[in-house]
T-cell receptor
């Protein structure tokens, strides 16, 4: 069975940075469909970005609201997926989920507040 | 940008049938997926490729597709089915898109 475990996140001031890591057991990430999704308090699911598999070039795509501030990284040796979040804004406060294929991580809270 | 449209809420009595729709122009060409999210929990896949059930999902949960609309049907609704339901598909570039979510209330 595939297991997806997230770590990281926390509380940061506006303009700060946070990193969330998604560790996966039971499948290789190198050619999996990997996405990050967020959910602001009381709101719906919102796509953040994706990284393509190695066979498709490993390129990334991002939602317009995070472009240039967030970076998605995949480490094939560690079998992990990272979301590096820089220049954070209060409106980035949300639960962040990694989505590995159709399997969700447990969610990690990122709070941006002064 | 591409959008998927769901009704914000659906209410049914126990034992009745709940139908949740999701509309999008690309749905005739792109598969839809459905997720159930109970309060305080991560979403869980309950339907994929329009009509396929993952292991462990009961047979009273089904999916259908017609033109630009896909429908999640839950027969014999139980109290445990009360949750938020999200449809998800992709645009022509493979970018993930979610519907706004539907809150299913069991009266």
């Amino acid at each position: 069975e595939v297991q997806v475990v997230q770590s990281g996140g926390g509380l940061v001031k506006p303009g700060g940075s946070l990193r969330i890591t998604c560790a996966v057991v039971g499948m290789s990430l190198s050619n999996a469909k990997l996405n990050w999704v967020r959910q602001a308090p009381g709101k719906g699911l919102e796509w953040v970005g994706r990284i393509k598999g190695e066979a498709d070039g490993g390129t990334t795509d991002y939602a317009a609201f995070v472009k240039g501030r967030f970076t998605i990284l995949r480490d094939d040796e560690k079998n992990t997926l990272d979301l590096q979040m820089d220049s954070l804004k209060t409106e980035d406060t949300a639960l962040y989920y990694c989505l590995v294929g159709a399997k969700w991580g447990q969610g990690t809270l990122a709070t941006v507040s002064s | 940008s591409y959008e998927l449209t769901q009704p914000p809420s659906v209410s049914v009595s126990p034992g009745q049938t709940a139908r949740i729709t999701c509309s999008g122009d690309a749905l005739p060409k792109q598969y839809a997926f459905w997720y159930q999210q109970r309060p305080g929990q991560a979403p869980v896949l309950i339907m994929y490729e329009d009509t396929k059930r993952p292991p462990g999902i009961p047979g009273r949960v089904s999916g259908s597709s017609s033109g630009t609309t896909v429908t999640l049907t839950i027969s014999g609704v139980q109290a445990e089915d009360e949750a938020d339901y999200y449809c998800q598909s992709t645009d022509i570039n493979g970018i993930v898109v979610f519907g706004g979510g539907t809150k299913l209330t069991v009266l």
